[in-house]
């Protein structure tokens, strides 16, 4: 009896033991999986410096988390002011940089690579424009394309692709949600269409806005204008030559019909202040002006007038003004060609506004 209880209370015990073994090791193995499944990417910072934030979890070292995010040690190191022979401490959060080597906008990866999507979240007051500048001047129709929206608004705390961490199949826990080994670059192409002829009239260039260069804007609604030759006679459907004449007989009112039902759909605001200028390559044409609002949505249409000479232009908003020193006390920032058409040139002038929320 007493050796038959031994036996079954040793089987009880190994068990118990085998038992214990198993859960110690799933224990072990949890943060793995964690690891696996927690493989979002969020995009921080401003380019150039833009960055993805990661946690040291047991036994990673800068070797490692180079592997996951296929970026030598030697960059992130410094890019933390660490050295790189002093290690990490478990839990301390570095700043994995993205940059040409892993962190791609278009192009293509070799078969044992693959495309992660990397997101940047909406701020408060930020609109498709400045998503786009602050992460490599990324046009927004890429933006729209990547991310499926179809007019310029988008919403606080939405998650838009930005870009795309190129990691190594084999290497990296992130490859789980690699989307293949090419980026769709259709739209970021698009950039020069100067050097093409469109095959209709809707044309797409790219958006770069810097306060002290020329500016490329973003032009959804562009009206393409043949001129005749001397010898030839042009012939063109009757809708884009009334058109073509309503720009030529009131310019600066490209975007006056978006005025005016954008005023049938809510009150209508206005604003009197000193505006400043940016440089761009836009509306000297088609008369389509542009201008940067910290009071309005991009996409909304403002009225602006020049108290002096009474002349009046409609530009859409772009984003807000970007919070330099040079834009101190202004109302807003309007491009040079729209400051051309009010009369105003290329110093800052007082204006008053109008629009509708």
Known sequence: MNSCANQQISVSLQRNSLNMKKVLFLFLLAPLFAAAQDNILFAEGVSPNLFVSHKVAPKENYYSIGRIYNISPREIAPFNNLQLEAGLSLGQVIKVPLNSTNFFQSGNAEADETFVPVYHVVKDKEGLYRVGVNHNNLPQETLKEWNNIKGDAVKPGAKLIVGYLKVKKELSLLAKNGIGTSINAKTVAAAKTEDRKPADPVRTETVKVKPTEPVKIDKEEAVKT??????????????????????????????????????????????????GVFKSTSGWADKKYYCLYNGATAGTIVKITNPANKKSVFAKVLDLMPDIKKNEGLLLVVSNSAADELGAGEVNFNCLINYSK
């Open 226 to 275: 043949e001129k005749p030759e001397p010898v030839k006679t042009v012939k063109e459907p009757v809708a884009d030559s009334k058109r073509a004449a309503a720009v030529k007989s009131n310019p600066g009112e490209s975007f006056k019909s978006v005025y005016d039902a954008q005023k049938k759909n809510g009150d209508t605001e206005e604003a009197e202040g000193s505006a």
